[in-house]
């Protein structure tokens, strides 16, 4: 069968399972090449009238890592939370193990041998490790829990699965990359034979992010098939043995990882030739733009700040990496009017801003893209128009006179929409309707708009595809180039590295060094983001 093409001329696996006529995919170790541990068959989900999940077919074999790759909001984890049960499908059939099964719930899926990490971990802070593991499944030694029996089963699972961690530390004591440990040890003492992970590399260290790839890689060899749910095109060429696309709830294609590349991945995912070299001018830094100096912060814990100090120039990007919690959602609170500071300065060219309101900070010219978009960047129940004016609403000639005028404000949100290519069916539709890229693209446009002198880009692509990180990045880098000064706080190190002139790293509320991009590497800034000050790196 030769291959064909679906409606945006993408090429669409026209073989089982994307495979090359006459092969069979055959997992690393266990089951038979001609029958799959899953098999999901024409899926069809829809919310009312919008259908998340278009007739899409998908099959995992032990021993297999398979990617599930789309845009923000094409379908993929509605699809796996269809595999897991956590909704039902409107049409189409799932088997396992060659058997048709109709999954009614998660505790289905888990009798069934299914098991789901999710991005954002279900886990008690104040719960130990094997309390967290054992929690609803106990084993029971009359009417009591058997702790030394569970203990046992975690240690063993552990050393069985190289999924090393304290089975007597508390959840709030441990790392980040050993909770996503914990969590795949919980699919595991449930008898999990499938596992579903959800952008599980999202908010870990270059360093973690190794080692949860090696430990898929060995999960997959003892015979588990595993189906990842991820944006990071590198990790899929790094760790999957096939990978399927999924393009505005519909199935372009299934294919073996080895016979692709990232550019055809992207191009995909998202319909169209997709360039990731950033057209980046050369540094020509300007006056000093902010200064932070020796800010601390009351409140207790990592997140507080405990006497950060920089500064940025026109011109500039100042990037912050670091993993999450270690102070810099402190730091952007404190400097977007948020939180009050308890010492310390923080001057926007040589005037003071600390302990200002946020609409005093915002008038004297800072630009803020939150961290959470839904929270704090938009009104999601708001017509678009008003979104794009929120900062300004109550200027002229938005308000005269004390009366809101809302020609005016459409005829603003008409000049941004085409200036920032933020695409949506018409002016009135609410902010929530929007693709996460479009949410993102109109907080860029309403900021850039009022033509700040400091540009706060917190987390500006979390959850973005790589048509809407470009789109993103190209308009901070216009910012950047036309004089403006940018502070880029990002978890994503390979966004970090691209766009920043210099970085800083956070731990523990503090700047524990400062490097440039082009002297340093993922793995000295991993290890600066874990409190290792690596050789050569300025101590900030």
Do not use: C, W
């Amino acid at each position: 069968m030769k291959p064909k093409s679906d409606q945006a001329g993408v090429y669409v696996s026209g073989t089982t399972h994307g495979e090359k006529p006459g092969e069979s995919f055959q997992g690393t170790t266990g089951g038979t090449e001609h029958e799959p541990i899953v098999r999901m068959v024409e899926i069809t989900k829809r919310f009312g009238e919008f259908v998340a999940n278009d007739r899409i077919s998908l099959d995992l074999y032990r021993g297999e890592i398979h990617a599930l790759l789309g845009e923000n909001g094409a379908g993929k984890t509605t699809l796996m939370n269809v595999l897991f049960g956590y909704y039902q499908p409107d049409g189409g059939k799932i088997f396992m193990n060659g058997h048709e099964v109709v999954i009614k719930g998660p505790d289905m899926a888990h009798a069934l041998g299914i098991g789901m990490v999710h991005q954002h971990f279900k886990l008690v802070d104040r719960f130990t490790v094997t309390e967290n593991i054992i929690l609803g499944a106990e084993p029971r030694a009359g009417f009591t829990i058997d702790r030394s029996r569970a203990r046992e089963i975690v240690e063993r699972l552990a050393g069985q699965y190289g999924l090393y961690v304290d089975p007597d530390r508390r959840i709030e004591e441990i790392t980040i990359g050993a909770g996503q440990r914990v969590e795949i040890l919980k699919m595991l003492y449930r008898g999990a034979d499938v596992l579903i992970l959800d952008e599980p590399t999202a908010v870990l260290t270059p360093q973690e992010v190794h080692e949860l790839l090696n430990i898929l890689r060995s999960l997959a060899a003892q015979g588990k098939a595993i189906l990842l749910i991820t944006h990071k095109l590198k990790e899929i060429l790094a760790v999957a043995d096939r990978v399927t696309i999924i393009r505005r709830g519909r199935l372009v294609g299934t294919l073996p990882v080895r016979e692709t590349d990232a550019a055809t991945l992207a191009e995909m995912m998202v319909g169209r030739r997709v360039i990731f070299n950033l057209d980046k001018a050369p540094f020509q830094p300007g006056r000093v733009m902010l200064t932070v100096r020796d800010v601390k912060e009351a409140r207790s814990g990592a997140d507080a700040l405990k006497g950060v100090s920089f500064s940025i120039r026109a011109g500039e990007i100042y990037g912050i990496a670091g993993v999450d919690g270690n102070g810099q959602s402190a730091l952007i609170e404190a400097l977007t009017g948020l939180r009050r500071i308890a010492s310390g300065e923080v001057l926007l060219e040589d005037k003071p801003i600390h302990n200002a309101n946020p609409r005093t900070v915002f008038e004297s010219g800072v630009g803020h893209i939150p961290e959470d978009r839904h929270r704090r960047g938009l009104i999601l129940d708001f017509p678009l128009y008003e979104n794009l004016v929120l900062n300004t609403y109550y200027q002229s000639p938005y308000t005269v006179r004390g009366l809101i005028q809302p020609l005016a404000m459409q005829k603003q949100a008409e000049r941004l929409i085409q200036a920032f290519d933020v695409r949506a069916s018409h002016l009135n539709v609410p902010a929530r309707a929007l693709s996460g890229g479009n949410q993102q693209k109109a907080i860029i446009a309403r900021e850039l708009s009022r033509r700040p002198k400091l540009l706060i880009a917190a987390q500006p692509t979390r959850g973005l595809d790589v048509g809407a990180i470009e789109a993103v990045h190209r308009e901070i880098l216009k910012f950047r180039d036309a004089g403006g000064a940018v502070l880029l706080i990002s978890f994503e190190l390979d966004e970090i590295l691209a766009l920043s002139d210099r970085i800083g790293v956070m731990y523990e509320g503090r700047l524990v060094g400062e490097v440039l991009p082009h002297q340093t590497s993922e793995e000295a800034l991993g290890l600066m983001m874990a409190g290792q000050t690596a050789r050569g790196v300025k101590e900030a």
